[in-house]
């Protein structure tokens, strides 16, 4: 439990002051049984009423003192194990962010979720528990183990032999939870993987008449999870009986044994009163026990997930933390690829073989292909989202590599073929490609990307509140927001992966005009050759290799590919014409 100890140490002053109270509250118990012993062998045996309401008193003031102990061992233990658990999902949730696509891929998105709020809140649901009562238990059955042989050796010694049997029962048990605990823990992960997927494409679903479907492969997931949990229980509650049933055998053994002592006059009522209260303290701790034994199984596997993603390397040469602060000179957009190779981390098969082109500042590069031929996993490389197998990538003719890689994204805009919106206004997600941006820049950025006449016309302008993932948007509108959030940052380089889609053509044309007044470089995947040719250079690529490069005329004459393109939209258009006349 090294990770428990290294977030907890900030907060020792708070768990020593828990564990200190929790002492004093199980002194002040202990020394309970021996009071009741003095009362009744000196006072209700002697009729010594005197004597009845000293010890009285005093045991009612002990149990003031326990019960003002217990409140603050508890205040204190709340606030360390809060303390805790905010620092452990701060640091994991900025590990997280650090992480490439590569590093990111090895861990799936929902079972990130769950080590982000389901482990971190067992571990500190533990921490509480450690500080609170799971150090209690131990020391309360040793401790009433002892004081039962300084009440009475021989009657005290019977309650002690079960702590070796106790002991070996115990170990053996938190070993097989733990590993039963982790396959729960694993399964949460499917369940709320399943929710995920259902949730996202709750429309699909729907339009294909797939719920029953969905309904049945989450029962299966959820099924397997209450399997395991089952198991896992099932070991931890079946030692509660038993541990209960090895504690009475002692406790019948203390009765028997005890008459027997009592009538040779070698113990006293008190004597044999006070090691029964004790053995009936361990009996109390104990029947805690199986609970314990389960949250501290379900600690141990959420500590080893956790520290899985602690662990993790920070992928192929990228480092340091989201929280860098950026510096160097500001990147003017010249991009080089010299025989760039890359595959897929975990894939030998290769993605992109030998890609070599060179970019000015401000040119407009357009990058065609089939599906499948690499157009976006050549951008990714860009702004290091992955790093290339092999070759050399320069931004101005420096190895991009070896810059710091917050500076290098904050000179990019990133238009990513998947939508993605916040929830927020619509300023406010225009403003997230640029947190300083004012309201004048927000607006000339949505006008560049064609979106800004439609804003002013939604009910409240630019503070309308969006729909999750922008629901409330159609298609092209909200490729066109995506867009304004990239221009906004005034990036060197701007990448566009398709994000022209669902854009007319008119639309479309006003767009890349404003593009072209900019001078930021632009690279611009797309399957429309009116896209292409006012491009400075096009990219044609298939199956993950260059097999062509060069302005739209060249390509028009040198490339039989491209002018197949060309030629096949050109009858697709005059096809549309026909057909709508």
């Known amino acids: 439990m090294n990770l428990i100890f290294l977030y907890l140490k900030k907060y020792r002053v708070a768990a020593i002051a828990a564990l200190v109270m929790m002492g004093i509250e199980l002194a002040v118990e202990l020394s309970q049984p021996l009071l009741i012993a003095k009362i009744i062998d000196n006072g209700i045996r002697e009729k010594d009423m005197a004597v009845v309401w000293l010890w009285g008193g005093v045991l009612t003031l002990s149990a003031v003192i326990a019960f003002a102990a217990g409140i603050l061992s508890s205040f204190f233990a709340s606030h360390a194990s809060q303390g805790f658990a905010y620092d452990l999902r701060d640091k994991l949730y900025e590990k997280v962010q650090s992480f490439t696509y590569e590093v990111f891929s090895r861990f799936q998105t929902s079972s990130l979720i769950t080590r982000l709020t389901g482990d971190v809140t067992q571990l500190q649901d533990t921490v509480f528990m450690a500080l609170r009562f799971m150090t209690r238990v131990p020391l309360v059955v040793l401790g009433s183990v002892i004081m ?10 019977l309650l002690a032999v079960t702590l070796p049997l106790l002991i070996v029962v115990l170990t053996w048990v938190m070993r097989r939870s733990s590993a039963l605990f ?8 499917g369940v709320n993987g399943v929710i995920q997927e259902n949730l996202t494409g709750i429309r699909l679903i729907r339009v294909f008449v797939r719920m029953g479907h969905e309904i049945g492969r989450f029962a299966s997931y959820s099924g397997d999870l209450m399997k395991s949990t089952v198991a896992a229980l099932r070991l931890t509650e079946t030692m509660g009986p038993l541990i209960m049933l090895i504690v009475n055998a002692g406790i019948v053994a203390v009765l028997w044994f005890g008459r027997i002592e009592i009538s040779a006059g070698q113990a006293t009522l008190g004597e044999t009163v006070a090691v029964i209260n004790y053995a009936l303290r361990t009996i109390g701790a104990m029947s805690a026990l199986s609970w314990i034994m389960a949250t501290f199984s379900r600690a141990v596997a959420s500590e080893q997930r956790i520290s899985e993603v602690m662990s993790s390397s920070e992928g192929r040469g990228e480092t340091g933390s989201a929280n860098v602060q950026v510096s160097g000179a500001s990147i003017e957009g010249r991009v080089e690829f010299t025989d760039v190779c890359f595959s897929y981390p975990g894939s030998d098969i290769a993605v992109l073989e030998q890609i070599s082109f060179a970019v000015q500042p401000g040119e407009r590069v357009a990058i065609m292909g089939a599906t499948g031929s690499g157009k976006s996993s050549l951008v990714s490389l860009i702004p290091r989202l992955y790093e290339p197998d092999s070759g050399i990538i320069r931004i101005d003719g420096e190895n991009s590599s070896e810059m710091e890689v917050n500076r290098l994204r904050r000179s990019i805009g990133y238009v990513p073929q998947e939508i993605m919106l916040f929830s927020g206004s619509v300023r406010e997600n225009i403003a997230w490609g640029n947190e300083h941006a004012t309201i004048e820049e927000i607006e000339r950025a949505a006008a560049a990307a064609q979106i800004h006449e439609t ?14 993932r922008g629901v409330n ?58 896209s292409t040719v ?22 028009m004459k040198d490339s039989a590919l491209y002018r197949k393109i060309n030629e096949s939209q050109n009858e697709e258009a005059v096809q549309h014409v026909q057909s709508t006349t």
């Open 148 to 157: 039962a042989l300084v009440v009475h050796v021989k009657l005290g010694l």
């Open 182 to 189: 982790k396959i729960v823990q694993s399964r949460v992960d």
């Open 455 to 468: 804003i002013t016309g939604l009910p409240q302008g630019y503070e309308t509140m969006l729909g999750q």
């Open 473 to 530: 948007l159609s298609g092209g509108q909200k490729q066109r927001l995506t867009i304004a959030r990239a221009l906004v940052r005034k990036p060197a380089i701007l990448i566009l992966d398709d994000s022209t889609s669902a854009l007319d053509a008119v639309t479309e044309g006003l767009l890349l005009k404003e593009l072209k007044k900019m001078s930021c470089t632009t690279f611009l995947i797309t399957q429309k050759i009116s």
């Open 534 to 555: 006012s491009a400075d250079l096009i990219l044609l690529l298939d199956e993950g290799r260059l097999i062509a490069g060069g302005t739209h005329g060249e390509l």
